[in-house]
């Protein structure tokens, strides 16, 4: 079974996202930047990862969900 | 073989690890911990999971679909939503008093104390002080001096000192003088983070001047002691006033536990309040209420006109001598002059016992007592749409009585010349009217309930209540 950068980066948005949002819960509450108005780099993150996805060579891509 | 993240344990050795503290070593303030480190958690996570799924992609394992599973992302917003609804409680409440309860301070943070270094500042040409305290308690108290000295206390609620201290020195207490005003600031609104400042400022002024405080949420708002005028404005605020020389005018106190003024040599003025309590004492001037009040009011001793002005009530009496006790559902007075006026809206029982000068009231429901006690009597017009009538009148006075019923009993206690009379038994109309030398009218209506008419016996009025001796004459 072969690793794709896709799957890496399909599998690892999870996480970034996740860490993303802690980070920005902590920038409300140790910093300047509240929630209301951070929010959105949410959005980029996710676009850019989903991009990431689009640009990585992706050799033999599985369809989703086809090899669990 | 299925891959698991080591999150999910983790998690909860976290979660069970955090329980067990907070039961074992409630002193930690464990609940603050949690309000302000909870993203920690989410970050903590993130990077587990991240680390996990690069270690399997360098050994060449297969890769979950995605890196947290459909659950996984429920509980992050559950997280999100506790973890939020917990700072929020602590940190972000927008308002004064979320009272969880007495402990919540000491649950979610501590206070700092504060010792505001005394100013003194030279009246000079000034007569008046302006005090502008958001939170805390003000209190002005005039003394035989050329200075105003401001001092006091100041609390900060924080997490650590270092917030407290910064908090307090953003919110530096001035004192200035400008053109006749000394302007006393708290500065409140000049502080940017989120700790709580509340300032008990205390002030001494020279006795002739005049006051003015402005407030938002203020415990309590104390002035005595000064022969100048006094002005209130506070969303939410207790005021207390005691020996003020001018008129007492409190426009916006929107909201308020009680407010008290006592011997006041100008009029007062309350204006578009919601509270509950008002007690009046011993005040020269005219006093002009315009408000709504839901607990228990109190004017005794008021030399001028007393106008109050409710949603449900409307009430003036021209001097009142004696005391007035009047709440949601009851209207007592003692030793009032005239003219009087009362309406109710709602249901309200009237006794009213030694006054004179002519009465007019009006009630929608409940009984109506009344005593005047002195003579010469006073023209009196009573009603109500239903409730009893009970009218005790001196022996010698002179008067003409019609006093009625449309649906209930009545009886004549006093005797002759009155003629009571009364239909089917007490079940329809009835009335007592009579004559005696030449006096006022004296007009007391029920469209339903009793009505009584008692001898005055010179003894106090609630000794007349129980014991009711008809004296019927058919119809």
Redesign the interface.
């Known amino acids: ?3 794709t950068s896709v ?2 980066i ?17 920038g409300e ?2 910093g300047q930047y509240p929630f209301y108005k951070t929010w959105p780099v949410l959005l980029i993150v996710y676009g850019l990862l989903k991009l990431l996805e689009h640009l990585a060579p992706d050799g033999s891509r599985t369809p ?2 086809g ?2 | 073989m299925k891959r698991r993240s080591l999150a999910g344990p983790l998690l909860l050795i976290l979660i069970g690890v955090w329980f067990l503290m907070s039961t074992l070593r409630p002193d930690l303030q464990l609940l603050d911990l949690a309000a ?1 480190f ?13 680390l996990e ?2 270690v399997w ?1 360098v050994r ?9 599973a459909g659950s ?2 429920t509980l ?1 917003v559950f997280l ?1 939503l506790a ?2 609804a917990l ?1 929020w409680v602590n940190y972000d409440r927008p308002w004064g008093r979320f009272a969880i309860g007495a402990n919540s301070v000491e649950i979610f943070g501590r206070s700092f104390d504060y010792t505001i270094p005394e100013q003194k500042v030279p009246a000079g040409k000034a007569t008046r002080v302006l005090v502008e305290n958001l939170h805390g308690t003000v209190r002005v108290t005039g003394a035989d001096a050329q200075d105003v000295t401001v001092g006091g206390r100041k609390s900060v609620r924080a997490l650590q000192d270092k917030d407290a201290d910064e908090a307090d020195r953003q919110t530096k207490v001035d004192a200035a003088v400008n053109g006749d005003m000394v302007v006393v600031r708290t500065n409140q609104d000049r502080f940017t983070g989120r700790q709580r400042v509340t300032t008990d400022v205390e002030l001494t002024v020279p006795r002739g001047f005049s006051v003015e405080v402005r407030g938002r949420n203020n415990d309590s708002i104390e002035v005595s002691s000064v022969n100048g005028s006094v002005e209130v404005a506070a969303d939410d605020a207790s005021v207390r006033l005691d020996g003020i020389g001018g008129n007492v005018r409190l426009t916006d106190v929107r909201k308020s536990d009680l407010i008290r003024a006592a011997n006041v040599k100008g009029a007062v003025d309350i204006q578009g309040g919601r509270g509950r309590d008002i007690e009046l004492d011993t005040i020269a001037g005219e006093v002009v209420i315009d408000g709504s009040y839901s607990g228990d009011l109190e004017f005794k001793n008021l030399a001028k006109p007393l106008r109050l002005t409710a949603p449900n009530a409307e009430l003036r009496v021209e001097r009142t001598p004696g005391e007035i006790h009047m709440d949601l559902g009851k209207f007592e007075a003692t030793n009032l002059v005239g003219p009087i006026r009362l309406t109710s809206g709602r249901p309200r029982d009237v006794e009213i016992e030694k006054f004179t000068q002519p009465l007019d009231l009006s009630l929608d429901h409940g009984d109506i007592t009344l005593r005047p006690l002195d003579t010469p009597l006073s023209k009196i017009a009573a009603h109500t749409h239903n409730g009893q009538v009970e009218l005790t009148l001196p022996e010698k006075a002179a008067f003409d009585l019609k006093a009625s019923t449309n649906r209930g009993e009545v009886s004549n206690d006093f005797g002759d010349p009155l003629k009571a009379v009364s239909d089917e038994h007490g079940r329809g109309s009835g009335s007592i009217t009579g004559t005696i030398g030449q006096g006022p009218a004296i007009v007391v209506q029920t469209d339903r309930g009793a009505v009584t008419v008692r001898k005055d016996s010179g003894a106090p009025l609630a000794a007349h209540s129980g014991h009711i001796q008809p004296e019927i004459e058919k119809h």
């Open positions: 079974m072969r690793v799957d890496i399909r599998a690892v948005r999870g996480p970034i996202l996740l860490i993303v949002l802690g980070l920005l819960f902590v509450y140790w989703a969900g090899s669990l | 302000r909870w993203p920690f958690v989410l970050i903590g996570w993130g990077a587990l999971r991240l799924i690069l992609a060449g394992q297969e890769m979950p679909r995605s890196g947290l996984e992302w992050v999100c973890g939020s700072y």
